[in-house]
């Protein structure tokens, strides 16, 4: 997709799909409705009339309450869809639920699912916006671009920074998405990993390291990931306690990064497990301004695939 098209595009579903215009094109987007998230009044018109659906078959709190505040700050309507008192709990299927929403006239649909692939499966179904919101193992789009949007927030361009990746790559969507977005706007990525959670094979251009030692003070960023508990019991780490004690970031290995070293990390975050309580709460995270960006990102991204975009246009004809 060119930034061209990306006006006209449907869904978005991975980042595959933005050519580097177009992450630039939402980034820029996403400046402008910051603002509007500062004003005692937080809502815009763009959106009014059109109707958005939160459909979470797993738990969420930033990213369904951003895409909730994001829709509300548009003016559209929001219906949020609680899969434990829906008829999901009758047994109605994935495709049966989505074509009732569509008959219900909603414009998009934003859902998380534990299948990876399933909103490319919505999307083929229903003619409605979908937004990717996290797919199993595969992808998490929108927590990209958020990424990408807080490092432009603290630096002019990605180009040439490095940036480590750490902890659980293999079953990460954040990491799969993430590595993506920063390759196209010029980072270099280098991946840091136990042996067991790093994938078997890369399809990016990236470097990869075992132990976070050694990428220390070499990184402009140090991207941490949650790590799933269940790793221990499915015997992928020895322990908790031998985990942190190679791959936490922590203050005294923070203090061997460089001076300006900035620290993210999706949430939620496991304290004292990939990250040390100092560093999550301290001056180099920028955690909670990665939360806060989310909304202003996923307002970008609902007006860019809700016509917005093609409306602006139109009226700078
Ligand atoms: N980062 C992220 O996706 O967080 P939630 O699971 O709370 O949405």
Known sequence: MTAE??????????????????????????????????RAVKKVPALRGRTVVNLFYEASTRTRMSFE??????????????????????????????????????????????????????????????????????????????????LLQRMDSLEGKRIAVVGDILHSRVARSGIQAFIRLG????????????????????????????????????????????????????????????????AERLARAGEGTLVMHPGPINRGVEIAAEVADGPRSIILGQVANGVAVRMAVLFMLLGGREAEDAGNE
């Open 5 to 38: 098209r990306a006006g006209r595009a449907r869904s978005l579903i991975d980042v595959h799909q933005l050519s580097q215009e177009d992450i630039l094109w939402l980034v820029e987007t996403a400046r402008s409705f910051e603002e509007v998230s500062r």
């Open 69 to 150: 505040l994001a829709a509300k700050r548009l003016s559209a309507d929001v219906l949020n869809f609680a899969v434990g008192t829906s008829s999901v709990s009758k047994g109605e299927s994935l495709k049966d639920t989505v074509l009732t929403l569509q008959a219900m006239g909603v414009d998009a649909v934003v859902v998380r699912h534990p299948m990876s692939g399933a909103p490319e499966l919505i999307d083929g179904w229903i003619d409605a916006s979908v937004i990717n919101a996290g797919d199993g193992i595969h992808a998490h789009p929108t927590q990209a671009l958020l990424d990408v949007y807080s």
């Open 187 to 250: 980072a270099e990525v280098v991946l840091v990993a136990p042996p067991t959670l790093m994938p078997p094979s890369l399809p990016w251009r990236v470097e990869t390291r075992y132990r976070l030692d050694d990428v220390l003070g070499e990184c402009d960023v140090i991207y941490l990931l949650r790590l799933q508990l269940e790793r221990q019991k499915q015997g992928l780490i020895p322990s908790l306690k031998e985990y942190a004690r190679v791959y936490q970031l922590n």
